[in-house]
Structures are given as structure tokens and as C-alpha cells.
């Protein structure tokens, strides 16, 4: 089993800046996998990014990237140049042999023009 | 290309009133299928997921069931919803293997009245 924990409900950024979201989890597998989902107003689940725990390289996507600190049971999100369309509640998930997603609280970016 | 099917979009029903959300995924075979709900401005909280048809695991005791008749179809149903039922429920898919991501369906909103 699985716990994240997102202890950012709400975080704000302005346009074309830079920000960071943070996500803790905690699991007991030593194969699993992370992901960082969005869901902007119209509420659909929309993937981000993924990371391989056993992948050292943090995983980008464009404007995305991760930090991913795995002796410290940390998987942070970067999105640089924000842009309005990020704005979002943004989800930290964590999977592992039960292939189930164990989702943190979710933060709410809002881009502020 | 893959899709998920959810509907209905949008629900209100009475207390004590039967329940069934049904979600079908398309240009996939063998599916893994997931039930997740979404509290107001919470996270989300997986209730069922299936391997096979037939295969139901539950997550949480609750006032719900699931039923996977077909390889592609999944039904969430209630014999008699209670107020504690309302709120945002989505349905999910993945390819199975380890590290797969989940891709949702546009989720039902649900108030019990």
C-alpha cells in the first residue's frame, strides 16, 4: 500500500514564472512508479508526466519536469513558463504491484495574469 | 486510438433511489478498469477496479457495488443510495502492466438529494 501526501492546497504563480509543486509518498514496494495528473475546471483527468522509481533521470515533458528524490520519498513538479491554460488542481499519484494509483489531495495552481 | 466512454454526465437522484453509471472503453482488449470518487475539493478514492470480467476488487465497505459484464464495460450501481453517495465519480482504464497510467473517462456528477 501506498500514502501521498501534497501539503500544498493552494499555490499561485504568475505568468511566464516559474513553480514548484510538492508531493511526499511513502510505499513499501521497491518497484513503483509516480505520476502527476491535472485536472483543470471541466474535471478531466488528464496525465502530466510519469517517473520509473528505478529510473534515476527525472522525467520531462515539455514545460514539465520532476524532481524526483528518491532516498527522501520525494517527487516535486516544475512547470516553467507558466502559462494560463495550466491552471489546475494538480494530483501526485503513486502505483505499485496492486497496479491501483494511490492519489495525494491535490493542489490548486492558479496562473495569475 | 483508444477511448472511455462515461455516462451519464450529470445526476440527481433521491435518497434511497437505485443507481447505476455505466463506462465502456474502446480500441482495447483486456483491460484493467477502475471506479474512483472525488469528493468536493478532495483527492480521489479508488472504490473498485477489475483484472477480468467477473473480477471485482473493492476498496472501500460501502453502500456501492461494481459489475463488469463485458471485457470492455464497467457499471457502478447502488440499490439504495444514501446523501453521503453524492459527489464526482470517475472511471478509469490501463493496459495492466506495472507502471501503466490510468486514462479516465469525463466522470459523473452525482448529488443525492
Known amino acids: 500500500a501506498q500514502t501521498v501526501t501534497q501539503s500544498q492546497p493552494e499555490m499561485s504563480v504568475q505568468e511566464a514564472e516559474t513553480v514548484t509543486l510538492s508531493c511526499t509518498y511513502d510505499t513499501s514496494e521497491s518497484d513503483y512508479y509516480l505520476f502527476w495528473y491535472k485536472q483543470p475546471p471541466s474535471r478531466q483527468m488528464i496525465l502530466v508526466i510519469r517517473?520509473?522509481?528505478?529510473?534515476?533521470q527525472n522525467a520531462t515533458e515539455n514545460r514539465f519536469s520532476v524532481n524526483f528524490q528518491k532516498a527522501a520519498k520525494s517527487f516535486s513538479l516544475k512547470i516553467s513558463d507558466s502559462q494560463l491554460g495550466d491552471a489546475a488542481m494538480y494530483f501526485c499519484?503513486?502505483?505499485?504491484?496492486?497496479?491501483?494509483?494511490?492519489f495525494g489531495s491535490g493542489t490548486q495552481l492558479t496562473v495569475l495574469p | 486510438s483508444q477511448t472511455i466512454h462515461q455516462w451519464p454526465a450529470t445526476l440527481v437522484q433521491p435518497v434511497g433511489s437505485p443507481l447505476s453509471l455505466e463506462c465502456t472503453v474502446e480500441g482495447t482488449s483486456n483491460p484493467n478498469l477502475y471506479w474512483y470518487r472525488q469528493a468536493a475539493g478532495r483527492g480521489l478514492q479508488l472504490l473498485f477496479y477489475?483484472?477480468?470480467?467477473?473480477?471485482i476488487s473493492s476498496e472501500v465497505p460501502q453502500n456501492l457495488s461494481a459489475s463488469r459484464p463485458q471485457d470492455r464495460q464497467f457499471i457502478l450501481s447502488s440499490k439504495k443510495l444514501l446523501l453521503s453517495d453524492s459527489g464526482f465519480y470517475l472511471c478509469?482504464?490501463?493496459?495492466?502492466?506495472?507502471?501503466?497510467?490510468?486514462?479516465f473517462g469525463n466522470g459523473t456528477r452525482l448529488t443525492v438529494t
Open positions: 477489475s483484472v477480468g470480467i467477473g473480477q
Open positions: 478509469a482504464w490501463s493496459s495492466g502492466p506495472l507502471g501503466s497510467p490510468l486514462h
Open positions: 517517473q520509473e522509481a528505478y529510473k534515476q
Open positions: 499519484a503513486c502505483s505499485g504491484s496492486a497496479r491501483q494509483l494511490t
